[in-house]
């Protein structure tokens, strides 16, 4: 029996490649390309090649950069003022068509092709003389740096409402104490706000590097350099820097057009973001386990079994936890591709958005959930006092010979003596008779019982950025002015286009 013929589906939009396949004379109409071939492409090329469903949410700032292209050709005396004001209301027009719900069309190669058609629909010919000295090459740059700029200010509101929770659940946590873990081993004691605020600090960094990788997308202006070599007629490109935000304008057009380092940078920032996402879900994930019982899950954020009705999984968490890998995957495939590519621009580079767009989604899909997780967690804190244990406090000891002159290497040795002491008798170290730790240290003396206590051991340990209550405090104010509203830096005189 012959098998059925499959159509291959469209990468994009997952449509068959019939329902996708434009008309020839509809293709060649808003085609921006093709006069030097005289067949149609092949329907398999076409689904490889399209990419409007991916680079679709581009459109506000294609949008954006076109009416400041519009002025730069008046400027330059290509297009009369009354040309390019008409340019201007038509783009006008295709945004607030885009914003009511407009979509790609089955002719739309890419988001550049799409809004040519549009415009070509609300002005006429006219739409045709806006390509004017410019490539694709230099649209989807400039496009992709200021949606990097937008995505990156919305991705630090959602961590600094991450920020917030923590710093909440710090507060609320006060003078509670739990152990501190180095190699997954009982250490020594610590304030559990200290441990909470421990995962608040890599935030601030993802934040700053957030900043960064913000900074350098809107460092170098793309738009001018054309398809490599640069625009052909004198436009102002301080004045497009200065219409769209830029710091500064390219001084390579080659480099320009090829250039992904900021889509390189903002990856980084959330693979990284997402790991540190990873490790807090974990903390969280094994304290709520039976063994450790440190945090009670709530019901908003976790599941049940399918068949142990008495479930209640952390699925939030877990999928947090599992986010890091898929960023990492993101940032791998980026700098994979780059590295094989030669200067200038190549269509490897239509994949970077894949990988920019995923990661971006990923990371505004966590946040909000690892907040709403943190946030309905209850801490049981006669858990996590019961989890501290006499030995842990070890050092303490150690540090009490110290005060008596004693080496601290000798005054390790000696405890460590007790230690395996109490190992063996099955007792805790607080358990051990005095006369067992005369025997080890002449040193000691009855008060060092009074170094087992873990409410002092954390009382000791004040010194800037320790587990100490003094220490503790100061630590919450700097988290705290840490998430103080920024002042608003405005990017550019254009016309400001919402991208979400």
């Not at 952390?314 to 994979?336: F, K």
């Not at 099955?426 to 009855?446: C, K, M, Q, R, S």
């Amino acid at each position: 029996m012959t098998p059925p013929t499959v159509e291959p589906p469209d990468v994009e939009s997952g449509a068959r490649v019939s329902d996708i396949r434009p008309s020839p004379a509809r293709a060649r109409a808003h085609r921006l390309w093709g006069g030097r071939f005289a067949t149609e492409s092949a329907p398999a090329l076409e689904a490889l090649n399209r990419s409007v469903g991916t680079d679709f949410r581009l459109w506000p700032f294609d949008v954006r950069s076109s009416m400041a292209w519009a002025v730069a050709l008046w400027d330059a005396g290509v297009l009369t003022l009354e040309e390019s004001q008409r340019l201007e209301m038509g783009l006008a027009a295709v945004h607030q068509q885009l914003v009511d719900g407009a979509g790609p069309d089955a002719s739309d190669e890419d988001v550049h092709t799409m809004i040519d058609r549009m415009l070509h629909a609300e002005v006429g010919e006219l739409s045709g003389r806006l390509h004017t000295g410019r490539s694709r090459n230099d649209q989807v740059a400039t496009a992709a740096r200021l949606w990097c700029a937008d995505a990156v200010t919305a991705l630090d509101a959602a961590v600094r409402a991450l920020q917030d929770t923590l710093v909440d659940q710090a507060t609320a946590l006060g003078d509670a104490l739990m152990p501190a873990y180095t190699h997954l081993q009982r250490a020594q004691p610590v304030a559990a706000a200290h441990w909470m605020l421990g995962h608040f600090w890599p935030l601030e960094r993802d934040r700053a590097r957030l900043a960064a990788a913000g900074r350098s997308a809107m460092a170098m202006l793309p738009l001018g350099s054309g398809a490599i070599a640069g625009s052909a007629y004198p436009i102002s490109r301080v004045l497009l820097k200065e219409s769209l935000g830029f710091a500064a304008v390219s001084p390579n057009s080659v480099d320009a057009v090829g250039d992904r380092d900021f889509v390189a940078e903002v990856l980084f920032a959330t693979a990284l973001m997402a790991t540190h996402l990873s490790r807090l879900a974990e903390d969280l994930i094994v304290f709520g386990s039976s063994e450790f019982g440190f945090v009670q899950f709530g019901e908003a954020f976790t599941t049940g079994s399918s068949m142990m009705p008495q479930k209640r999984n952390p699925d939030a968490l877990e999928l947090v936890r599992a986010s890091g890998g898929r960023a990492l995957g993101d940032l791998v495939a980026l700098l994979t591709t780059l590295k094989g590519l030669p200067s200038g621009y190549s269509k490897d580079m239509q994949e970077d958005k894949r990988a920019l767009f995923d990661a971006v989604d990923t990371l505004m899909l966590v946040l909000p959930a690892a907040a709403g997780a943190l946030g309905e967690l209850t801490f049981r804190r006669d858990r996590m006092q019961g989890a501290v244990s006499s030995a842990m406090m070890a050092t303490d000891v150690a540090d009490y010979l110290v005060a008596r002159g004693v080496a601290f290497r000798d005054a390790h040795r000696a405890v460590g003596v007790l230690i395996r002491m109490a190992d063996a008798q099955g007792v805790e170290l607080h358990e051990l008779p005095f006369a067992e730790y005369a025997t080890v240290h002449p040193d000691f003396a009855i008060d060092v019982f009074e170094s087992l206590s873990p409410r002092r051991s954390v009382e000791r340990r004040n010194i800037e950025g320790g587990t100490g209550p003094d220490a503790l405090r100061v630590q919450l104010v700097a988290a705290r002015a840490a998430l103080a509203p920024p002042r608003e830096t405005p990017r550019g005189n254009g016309v400001v286009i919402a991208s979400r």
